[in-house]
């Protein structure tokens, strides 16, 4: 990168801003909010109103997921004039299964200057009271919304060792319970609901048990899951044929379940899984 250039350009600031509670906002964040020439917002109508609440007019412009490609070169651009830009998502921390990472990268590509303005995030917080001793953890995000490939991911994270982490919205957790329980089996689970809120809520207990709690409560909020890693059960079996009647006669797993396990476990076609377990799942 030309050093003159370098000299010139502004800052990229990726802002963390609260997931609920104002107040969570770090004077840091507020002090750069004001200073830079613009902001880039999720959603700037969503932003106008945490920026009112604190008396800042710097001007906004539009970073969304459909548009981070297009934008981000519109503001590397002004980056490299010389501006300073800060980066808020609509809650939480940037890049973190919100947009930001466009940006960023090709901020680092052209050389501009970037630093992180840490703060609130739905995932450490909610880890923060999880009570896992685990010192790793797998975080997923939000897992596919279409129920085939959320149930493919499922399996392939069912013999993994570490606690996973989900987002999720109301509309969806029970599909997303109910699936980790067929795929995954009951499991030791938790879940923060409307973090930093008034109505926030933390649940302990098992997938089943959240299940049932999920069906009877009214679901308002967003909700992180954390799901523990379960026994490590080892099907026995050579070959497809025995895997099948073991898993059809230890498991409850539905005969789709078991073919997506294998297949996914042996680097097989699921479809031929599938056709095969017809037949022995027919002969009990
Ligand atoms: N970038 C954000 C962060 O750092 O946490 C996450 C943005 S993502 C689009 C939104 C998801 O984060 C929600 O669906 C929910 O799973 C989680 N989330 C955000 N705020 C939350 C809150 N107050 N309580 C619980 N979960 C929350």
């Not at 109301?170 to 689970?189: E, H, S, T, W, Y």
């Not at 497809?240 to 997506?260: A, C, G, P, Q």
């Amino acid at each position: 990168m030309d050093s003159k250039i370098k000299e010139k350009s502004g800052t990229l600031y990726i802002t963390a801003t609260p997931i609920g509670n104002l107040e969570d906002i770090t004077l840091r964040a507020l002090r750069i909010l004001k200073e830079v020439d613009v902001i880039a917002a999720e959603d700037t109508r969503h932003t106008r109103k945490l920026l009112s609440h604190f008396e800042i007019t710097t001007p906004l412009i539009s970073y969304y997921r459909e548009k981070e490609q297009q934008r981000s070169v519109q503001l590397v651009e002004r980056l490299l004039a010389g501006e300073s830009i800060a980066l808020v998502s609509d809650a939480g921390t940037p890049g973190i299964s919100d947009p930001g990472a466009v940006l960023v990268s090709l901020a680092q590509k052209e050389g501009v200057t970037i630093v992180p303005i840490p703060g609130p995030s739905a995932l450490a917080t909610a880890l923060s009271v999880s009570g896992i001793t685990d010192s790793s953890f797998l975080f997923v995000g939000f897992a596919p919304s279409k129920k085939s490939q959320r149930k493919t991911l499922l399996t392939s994270l069912t013999d993994q060792p570490h606690p996973i982490i989900f987002y999720e919205s109301p509309r969806r957790i029970q599909g997303l319970l109910n699936d980790i329980l067929q795929v995954m089996g009951d499991r030791k689970a938790s879940w923060a609901r409307e973090l930093t809120k008034i109505h926030e809520d933390l649940q302990y207990g098992t997938i089943a048990e959240l299940l049932a709690l999920a069906s009877s409560k009214n679901n308002r909020g967003e909700f992180v899951l954390i799901v523990q890693p379960g026994k490590l059960v080892r099907a026995e079996g050579d070959n497809v044929e025995e895997l099948l009647i073991w898993y059809r006669d230890n498991t409850s797993l539905t005969l789709k379940d078991v073919s997506r396990k294998i297949a996914s476990d042996l680097g097989l076609s699921r479809s031929a899984v599938y056709q095969e377990a017809l037949i022995i799942y027919k002969k009990k």
